[in-house]
């Protein structure tokens, strides 16, 4: 058995690597479909290979812990650690020897990938239900890289535009279609889990992921919502959608869309104009000052920014 777990973190390193030189971020995953490294930040009695959970879809730390997106240079922080470089991804499984598969975040340049979770469970007929969207709201489905689950449904590649951040979703879109988006990642093919080993669908591998078609963009951005008073005219208009957009945030949404929103302001030439503004809207949807600081900075990093 051990052998086994061996030859697939072996084989989870070789796909990871390849998919890096696609130019898609990754990190190890567990069995279980979780990141593989446990947050540096738990309790000290977890189990050191209980998988952590992903970061980016908590809205707050364990109490008493300080809010960290991989500030601290400690691996461990979910969908933060992706990476494209390939002695960053080595270091990363060596310190995950129990991995057998690798996660590949959505959302990030030169990609900005977007994953559509066609689901079988619960006997949903999602390949329908996306079928029938696509009638409705005229749009076709290009040929691209399609990613077979071993449940046997189906995750299909796209990219998105520099300017649109894609929240995740849960059958928001429609019964069984879940949606990764800015925060989120997709099951790299390869990748062995408990259930099965994720595949590419024939015929699909040597695609690049289709843009997204504009009718089906238009349905994964989060619904428009009335302007706040608290606006920012010196940042213009561009700088002003992506206070908006943190503004707009759901509770488990803040912390995800305050960190997509500074990274679009810093590859836009705006971040160090933005970022008061940014840190004012994330109060106001709840989080403390110091988080919305830190979770600025890690963006900076993540873009080749002084925070």
């Known amino acids: 058995m051990a052998t086994t777990d061996r030859q697939a973190t072996t084989l989870a390193l070789a796909h990871a690597l390849s998919a890096a030189e696609r130019g898609l971020a990754v990190i190890p995953l567990s069995r279980t479909k979780l990141p593989a490294l446990r947050s540096p930040h738990r309790p000290s009695n977890d189990s050191p290979h209980s998988p952590s959970p992903d970061s980016s879809h908590r809205d707050a730390p364990e109490p008493a812990t300080p809010p960290c997106h991989g500030e601290c240079g400690r691996p461990g922080h979910g969908v933060y650690d992706a990476t494209t470089d390939p002695a960053r991804i080595r270091e990363?499984?060596?310190?995950?020897?129990?991995?057998?598969?690798?996660?590949?975040?959505?959302?990030?340049?030169?990609?900005?990938?977007?994953?559509?979770?066609?689901?079988?469970?619960?006997?949903?007929?999602?390949?329908?239900?996306?079928?029938?969207?696509?009638?409705?709201?005229?749009?076709?489905i290009p040929p691209t890289v399609v990613v077979l689950t071993p449940s046997g449904g189906r995750h299909l590649w796209l990219t998105g535009p520099p300017d649109a951040v894609i929240p995740n979703s849960a059958s928001r879109l429609a019964p069984g279609i879940d949606i990764r988006g800015a925060g989120g990642y997709l099951v790299g093919p390869g990748s062995r889990t408990d259930h099965g080993v994720y595949a590419t669908a024939p015929?699909?591998?040597?695609?690049?992921?289709?843009?997204?078609?504009?009718?089906?963009?238009?349905?994964?951005?989060?619904?428009?919502?009335?302007?706040?008073?608290?606006?920012?005219?010196?940042?213009?208009?561009?700088?002003?959608?992506?206070?908006?957009?943190?503004?707009a945030a759901h509770e488990g949404q803040r912390n995800t869309r305050l960190f997509w929103a500074a990274?679009?302001?810093?590859?836009?030439?705006?971040?160090?104009?933005?970022?008061?503004?940014?840190?004012?809207?994330?109060?106001?949807?709840?989080?403390?000052?110091?988080?919305?600081?830190?979770?600025?900075?890690?963006?900076?990093?993540?873009?080749?920014?002084?925070p």
């Not at 066609?118 to 076709?140: I, M, N, P, Q």
């Not at 238009?218 to 959608?241: D, E, I, K």
Request: with cysteine; net charge positive.
């Open 92 to 140: 990363l499984f060596a310190a995950a020897p129990w991995a057998t598969g690798y996660g590949i975040a959505c959302g990030l340049p030169p990609h900005r990938l977007i994953g559509i979770d066609l689901d079988v469970k619960a006997g949903t007929d999602s390949t329908s239900a996306l079928r029938e969207l696509a009638l409705r709201h005229l749009f076709t």
């Open 203 to 247: 015929g699909t591998a040597h695609l690049v992921p289709a843009p997204c078609p504009p009718a089906l963009l238009r349905l994964l951005l989060p619904p428009p919502r009335p302007p706040h008073p608290a606006t920012h005219p010196s940042v213009g208009n561009r700088g002003q959608g992506l206070v908006q957009f943190v503004l």
């Open 263 to 306: 990274c679009r302001a810093y590859e836009n030439g705006i971040g160090r104009a933005l970022r008061a503004p940014l840190i004012d809207a994330a109060v106001h949807t709840g989080l403390t000052e110091h988080e919305a600081r830190a979770t600025i900075a890690s963006a900076a990093r993540m873009t080749g920014h002084r």
